[in-house]
């Protein structure tokens, strides 16, 4: 069975740091790229960052680009997105998606809220 979960959302204040990890499992990770994605309350889904089959491509959303990182270990069949200078605006449930530029298989989804 093809599935993935994310796990490392939380409370944290604005300015804090965070890392979500999203763990594969039931296909081969090492052939696929990966990619996160938020969606906020009111508003829709959104690519955050994406990362390829080998690491060597990353995609980035100008919102937070410089704060975020996007980076994987084919090993543990893990991607994971560290999270840095936090605001209110990344408030969203974020998801881990199977694919790079389209995206096939997704998380259940961890709720991040970055408030004060």
């Known amino acids: 069975q093809e599935q993935l979960v994310e796990s490392g959302g939380g409370l944290v204040h604005p300015g804090g740091s965070l890392r979500l990890s999203c763990t594969a499992s039931g296909f081969t990770f090492n052939s696929y790229g990966m990619s996160w994605h938020r969606q906020a309350p009111g508003k829709e889904r959104e690519l955050v960052a994406a990362?390829?089959?080998?690491?060597?491509?990353?995609r980035y959303a100008d919102s937070v680009k410089g704060r975020f990182t996007i980076s994987r270990d084919n090993a543990k069949n893990t991607v994971y997105l560290q999270m840095n200078s936090l605001k209110p605006e990344d408030t969203a449930v974020y998801y881990c998606a199977r694919g790079y530029q389209t995206y096939d298989l997704w998380g259940q989804g961890t709720q991040l809220t970055v408030s004060s």
């Open positions: 990362i390829s089959y080998g690491g060597g491509s990353l």
